[in-house]
């Protein structure tokens, strides 16, 4: 066998098949996509997601691991997209392994949607969200969405693309996402990103959004450090960063801008995302993991 790769994938494997799910072919099974109405779109998303629907967009068996997500939904609102929850399971949990709002999960908070690229979330042209997060399972994969608004959202275009007969134990690293929200925080005390996290593994990063209530007070948000207690720390962190807008990898303040692993997609005040990946500076615990950010503030005297 070769032992050269394209982005951490063999250039071929025997025992590893590729397969993808759509509102077409729901199972992702062989020789079965491209026949409704002819070949003609004729079933090319869910129509309707209603009120209250809880939809399954893929259910797979395992051993396997999902390599793209890609959905688009008509309507964009950031009341709609707040309230389109995804809920994603592995090997057959009762509690989901990532619960969070779509637009959140894919880059942008405040239900907003901004044209951005990097290294593991695009949102293209601010209407695709698309995910190349590694998403391994060894029995089943189950993702769902859920309508948790008080109207129909309409039309929910999807497409997950995976492998099967990926080498999957016990010890592979199932991914995880959290999501929190304080509608009002407390100045001077620590907003938690990450917590509650025990075993071992990565910290991938964070989607971080606020909003500025000094905005237009002739003061600065962004001086607040993020914390990363690791193994077992508890007053001080091992590592401790100088400020949010370096975090995001910047300084001197903070603009709109996309990069690989870090930027700030959407900025216009008060409103402000910016995201940070450890792809290439990888974060490991062995025990646990907490994740914090100062609020401390500037008042630019």
């Known amino acids: 066998m070769s032992t050269f790769d394209l982005f951490g994938t063999p250039l071929y494997s025997p025992t590893i098949k590729s397969r993808a799910i759509t509102a077409e072919n729901k199972k992702g099974e062989v020789g079965q996509g491209g ?4 070949g ?55 509690r989901p392994s990532v619960e969070a709002p779509i637009s959140d999960f894919f880059g942008v908070c405040h239900g907003k949607m901004r044209h951005f690229e990097s290294a593991f979330l695009t949102m293209a042209e601010g209407k695709g969200f698309n995910s ?28 997950v693309d995976y492998t099967v007969g990926d080498e999957v134990t016990d010890d592979t690293p199932r991914f995880h996402a959290q999501f929190r929200r304080v509608p009002r925080t407390t100045l001077y005390q620590d907003y938690v990103i990450l917590d509650g996290v025990k075993g071992r593994g990565r910290f991938l990063g964070a989607t971080i959004g606020l909003v ?26 091992t590592i401790c960063g100088t400020g949010a807008e370096d975090y995001a990898c910047s300084a001197w303040g903070l603009g709109q801008f996309h990069a690989r ?8 005040p008060p ?19 907490k994740v914090t950010i100062q609020q401390i503030g500037n008042d630019g005297s």
């Open 261 to 268: 692993e870090f930027g700030a997609p959407y900025i216009e």
């Open 132 to 159: 190349y997060f590694l998403m391994p399972f060894a029995q089943k994969a189950l993702l769902t969405v859920t309508n948790e608004g008080d109207e129909d959202a309409g039309m929910f275009f999807y497409q």
């Open 35 to 38: 026949q409704s109405f002819n």
């Open 212 to 237: 500025d209530r000094y905005h237009g007070c002739n003061a600065w948000w962004g001086e607040g450090e993020v914390k990363m207690f690791i193994d077992g720390d508890t007053e001080f962190p």
């Open 271 to 289: 409103y402000i995302s910016f995201y940070r990946f450890h792809g290439h500076d990888p974060v490991y615990f062995s025990q646990d993991i």
């Open 40 to 94: 003609r779109k004729g079933e090319p998303c869910l129509f309707n997601l209603e009120k209250g629907m809880t939809y399954t967009i893929a259910e797979i068996d395992g051993p396997g691991a999902i390599r793209h997500i890609w959905i688009t939904v008509a309507n964009k609102t950031p009341k709609a997209l707040r309230n389109m929850i995804l809920r994603f399971y592995w090997d057959g949990q009762e």
